[in-house]
């Protein structure tokens, strides 16, 4: 009779990609609305944000960011916030990789260490989808206190991370 040992091993495998956001991601670069991509002009700009189809961002997030290297007054992310905020499902400054990095720090620090208390724990390593190096580093840090062990990889070949030092009687 064949034993699967990782089913028998009672780890619990945490997959980081499954809590990737669930609405898709647009960016909108204020490069694109700048005078020879340096400077922004407020009546260019104020018409052209008048103009611009907000609509498209429905349920989306809309990342507002300058790719090109320009001083951006704060009011022109308020004007964009001001036209996008009837569609878009939420509106973040900065570019995915910053977006993503913040989103998994508010989604792990919503993590119950309790469901965690002893527990040995595989971080899922690879997937479909780019979860930034971030997010390993905050997992890590916000389960560390509670884990037994916390490892990175796949059950059947793990890297070893972390494991809670024995406490002899």
């Not at 990737?20 to 944000?49: G, H, N, T």
């Not at 001083?71 to 400054?93: G, K, T």
């Amino acid at each position: 009779m064949m034993v699967n040992k990782v089913a028998a091993s009672g780890l619990i495998t945490l997959k980081l990609e499954e809590y990737w956001p669930s609405q898709a991601m647009v960016s909108f670069d204020l490069k694109d609305y700048l005078f020879q991509e340096l400077i922004l002009k407020e009546k260019d700009f104020r018409e052209a944000i008048k103009n611009h189809d907000f609509s498209q961002y429905q349920d989306k997030v809309l990342l507002v960011f300058c790719s090109a290297d320009a001083i951006i007054p704060a009011w022109a992310y308020m004007l964009v916030a001001a036209s996008a905020a009837p569609y878009a499902a939420d509106i973040y400054q900065g570019t995915e990789e910053e977006y993503l990095r913040d989103y998994y720090r508010k989604t792990i620090a919503a993590l119950d260490p309790a469901e965690y208390e002893g527990q040995r724990i595989v971080v899922k390593g690879c997937g479909d989808r780019p979860v930034p190096p971030a997010a390993y580093l905050e997992v890590t840090a916000r389960l560390r206190p509670v884990a037994r062990s916390i490892m990175f990889g796949e059950p059947c070949s793990t890297v070893p991370v972390y494991k809670q030092p024995l406490v002899r009687k």
